[in-house]
């Protein structure tokens, strides 16, 4: 079991690394950050003083080494644009996004839940097709879409709920109920397959031929085991979540690490992408590598 | 089926008390707080040497300049740090004498030290704001002979040191607390910033808002009417405006398109006219212009193929007016006495501009390419060159769009990769001294990279601009420059554009102004 641990620990290191030298030469290939940071009245003077001291006039090669030194103590150096240290706005942004993804889960497990146990149990009939449909929809609409109608109809013209920001509960219910509708089809569908297994196998058959009342067989016997590969993938999605929240932050003027990536990549912030790309990839690694190492998860798939 | 249904009721009745949660939280504002809702915080910076011109929106509120102005952009002695300033007779020494009794908020005395501190600071190496260099240049020395008096010492004979210090450009001329920043150092000043201006720091979340607090009572704004003013970032339009109409919060940035929606709806609508010219140019070559814009008949040409009245109503909205002069910016032509005549209008006359390109040798037309992208505030920049490259093929002109952000284009402009090229900005409209240092990068040979006319006739006069010492002569120059720049066609001025602002219904008289980068809620917060 060590072996296997320190196996993948080494695989996801050389997938960091690897990743960050992509990173750090793409975010560079997209052009120089001084074009947006300095005014149009700037001159080469003033380029030169900018670039000297955000530390751009040094080689490619040195900039990348120092930036993974300090980057493996957790600094991950000065935004370009904020002029703050991005660990400092990483720790600010990421408790958001966290807590949307959060409220998002339970949003999409509201959901998927009684979507998924009604399709299973109402198997082939009007209320599993309308299940489903409900859940597509939620994958296949344009997340900007949705996040746009609910901002446009529900907050400005019913002025039933918070349009964006946060301030308080009601403000996580929009863009919780966008970011979480979206993984709602995943997890539905994985929920009514694992139903229709178990309440096809032996122990729900004899469950029944025992007496036992039918919603103690769905609810106790068939949902607690269909649960494993819904758990699991809960797990997964989450960290998805917390990383393709851009779109759903930029609408709902969420500032969380999805819109802090946004203005990275906006204003050529080299530092910021590189720290938020490097922090959810190592999120995502976390999150697989405990995927992967967990034995039930294992016997599941 | 039965358990189905109770399911779903279940699960109705969860997302009820969800709404029902939602509902009772987060209601109202209130009264006492201005809320304005902008699409970007530019850089975020709270420290006037790094933020930039667009930091000014709230900055202004923040911190007093040296030199006040008023909202239509006129330096005013009742609007900052100085209540009059004086020249010598050589024009190498300014000097300002200084309002008693201004204190920061930590209660800290505002001294001439404290001005010598911010400008020296403000204009030093690492300040990225838009005008730090050309001071940089100018600025020989500055003298604090008494608490109230400061001056200011040049190397050469000027006139525009008070207007380069004043909040009519950037934020070189922001006064900010030697004391408090040598004591707790560039770091945490800009992180817990001190001013003297009416408002009071209080609290920034990058990414989400800035809130500041009112002092008890300002000279410039009297006992400000809200106790709290606050910035919010909302990028998305369909947001502020639902924010507005929530009543979440009372001021919010506009785009021409949404105008009606808002205002059907009853909302007041403040227009920033001519906010910005909507220019294009070529890009020049590393020897200066190239054919074939080279050739004067060919730019005539050009201009004379756009319908500027079309692109303003069907691309804009309505909410522009066409633009004669190339880098025209008009809000400059009244203090400078230039006259943009009805016989400068570029008339969209095809037959003439065909007749011109087959003069200059070129009757089937050339290829082009024209740089696609949108810019902040210009949502139909896309839409518009490709309406241009539209109307140009009507010349025969083959234009390849050239679909990149704006970095890139401005990285072809400044190297001159791409000469022959066309590019276009909404530069933001400003007096005549901003409009002055805009046409000394971008209409002067000797500003290499930027520059984008290449007219030794102009370099002429710009150069003596900086120089003279009598506003007359100043004056006669700039028209001068204006004229030449029409006459020979060095640019394509497409349209003025107008900015809208929305405010909540009972909100008071707003005078948005002319300033550039400031939308002076100064009015909207005075108590006087």
């Known amino acids: 079991m060590l072996r296997f641990v320190a196996a993948r620990l080494l695989q996801s290191l050389i997938a960091l690394a690897i990743v960050s030298v992509v990173v750090f030469v793409l975010a560079r290939a997209t052009g120089d950050p001084l074009y947006l940071i300095l005014p149009m009245s700037a001159s080469q003077e003033d380029f030169d003083n900018a670039r000297r001291y955000l530390g751009l006039d040094r080689p490619y090669v040195e900039q990348y080494l120092s930036f993974v030194g300090r980057a493996i103590t957790g600094d991950f150096g000065v935004s370009l644009r904020a002029r703050r240290p991005v660990s400092e706005l990483i720790r600010e942004r990421l408790p958001n996004s966290l807590k949307l993804a959060a409220f998002a889960m339970g949003v999409s497990l509201a959901m998927a839940f009684p979507l998924g146990i009604m399709a299973a149990v109402k198997k082939g009939t009007g209320l599993d097709r309308a299940a489903q449909v409900i859940s597509v929809l939620g994958q296949s609409l344009p997340t900007f879409w949705v996040a746009i109608l609910l901002v446009e109809f529900v907050a400005g013209r019913l002025q039933w709920l918070p349009a964006g920001g946060i301030a308080g509960f009601s403000s996580y219910v929009l863009p919780g109920f966008t970011l979480g509708w979206f993984v709602v089809a995943g997890l539905m569908r994985l929920l009514r397959s694992g139903m229709l297994e178990v309440l096809d196998s032996e122990y729900v058959k004899l469950a029944r031929v025992k007496g036992v009342a039918e919603r103690r067989v769905i609810w106790l016997h068939a949902l607690r085991n269909a649960l494993i590969p819904v758990v699991t993938f809960a797990g997964i999605y989450f960290a998805i979540l917390v990383t393709t929240a851009i779109v759903v932050e930029t609408v709902f003027a969420w500032p969380g690490i999805g819109r802090l990536a946004y203005e990275g990549i906006s204003s050529r912030d080299f530092p910021v992408i590189q720290a938020v790309v490097l922090t959810t990839v190592v999120n995502l690694c976390v999150d697989c590598l405990y995927a992967w190492i967990d034995p039930r998860i294992r016997y599941a798939r | 089926m039965k358990r189905a249904t109770a399911m779903a009721r279940v699960f109705l009745l969860v997302l009820a008390l969800l709404g029902m949660m939602a509902v009772g939280t987060g209601w109202a504002q209130p009264k006492t707080e201005l809320t304005i809702a902008l699409s970007s915080f530019a850089t975020e910076v709270l420290d006037p040497p790094l933020g930039g011109h667009l930091v000014k929106y709230y900055l202004s509120m923040i911190f007093d300049y040296l030199v006040g102005t008023t909202p239509d952009g006129q330096p005013s002695r009742e609007g900052g740090i100085a209540t009059r300033w004086e020249n010598s007779p050589d024009f190498k020494r300014w000097t300002f004498h200084l309002r008693k ?68 450009l950037s934020t070189e001329g922001m006064i900010t607390p030697k004391k408090y920043i040598e004591s707790v150092g560039d770091d945490v000043f800009a992180r817990k910033p001190i001013g003297s ?236 001294i901003g409009a002055y240092a805009l046409l000394e990068k971008q209409a002067y040979s000797a500003s290499k990279p930027s520059d984008t006319v290449n007219d030794p006739e102009i370099d002429g006069m710009l150069s003596q601009v900086m120089r003279q010492t009598d506003r007359e002569k100043i004056n006669a120059l700039m028209r001068n420059v204006y004229t030449r720049l029409r006459s020979e066609h060095l640019g394509v001025p497409v349209v003025y554009l107008h900015s809208p602002y929305a405010t909540s219904k009972n909100l008071a008289k707003w005078n948005v102004g002319s300033v550039m980068y400031d939308l002076f809620f100064d009015q909207l917060a005075s108590g006087k």
């Open chain 2, 101 to 168: 009794g201004v204190k920061f908020h930590n209660g800290d005395e505002l001294t001439s030290e404290d001005v010598k501190f911010s400008i020296m600071r403000n204009i030093g190496k690492r300040s990225t704001t838009g005008y730090a260099g050309p001071l940089r240049t100018l600025i020989q020395d500055i003298e604090t002979p008494a608490p109230d008096r400061v001056v200011v010492v040049t190397k050469e004979p000027t006139l525009i040191i008070p207007l380069y210090l004043s909040r009519s």
């Open chain 2, 197 to 432: 201006g009416p408002y009071k720091f209080v609290e920034q979340v990058t990414g989400s808002h800035i809130t500041l607090t009112a002092g008890d009572n300002h000279w410039r704004i009297g006992t400000p009417k809200y106790k709290t003013m606050t910035f919010r970032l909302v990028p998305e339009e369909t947001t502020r405006i639902a924010l507005l109409r929530r009543g979440e919060v009372d001021v919010v940035e506009l785009s021409r398109e949404r105008v009606k929606d808002v205002e059907k709806d009853g909302f007041p609508i403040h227009y920033r006219r001519e906010e910005s010219i909507l220019t294009m140019w070529w890009v020049l070559g590393a020897d200066g212009r190239v054919p074939p814009a080279k050739d004067k008949r060919v730019r005539e040409a050009l201009n004379l193929a756009l319908d500027r009245a079309e692109i303003a109503q069907s691309i804009f909205g309505g909410k522009a007016e066409p633009a004669a002069v190339p880098l025209g910016l008009s809000w400059s032509f009244k203090d400078v006495g230039f006259k943009q005549t009805p016989d400068m209008m570029y008339p969209y006359d095809l037959p003439r501009a065909k007749k011109l390109m087959a003069d200059a040798g070129f009757a089937s037309g050339f290829n082009q390419d024209v740089y696609a992208y949108q810019l902040p505030g210009l949502p139909e920049g896309k839409t518009m060159a490709e309406a241009v490259a539209g109307y140009w093929e009507k010349l025969g002109i083959k234009s390849r769009l050239i679909p990149v952000d704006y970095p890139a284009f401005r990285k072809a402009w400044f190297d001159r990769s791409a000469p022959g090229a066309v590019g276009y900005f909404n530069i933001a409209n400003r007096d005549w």
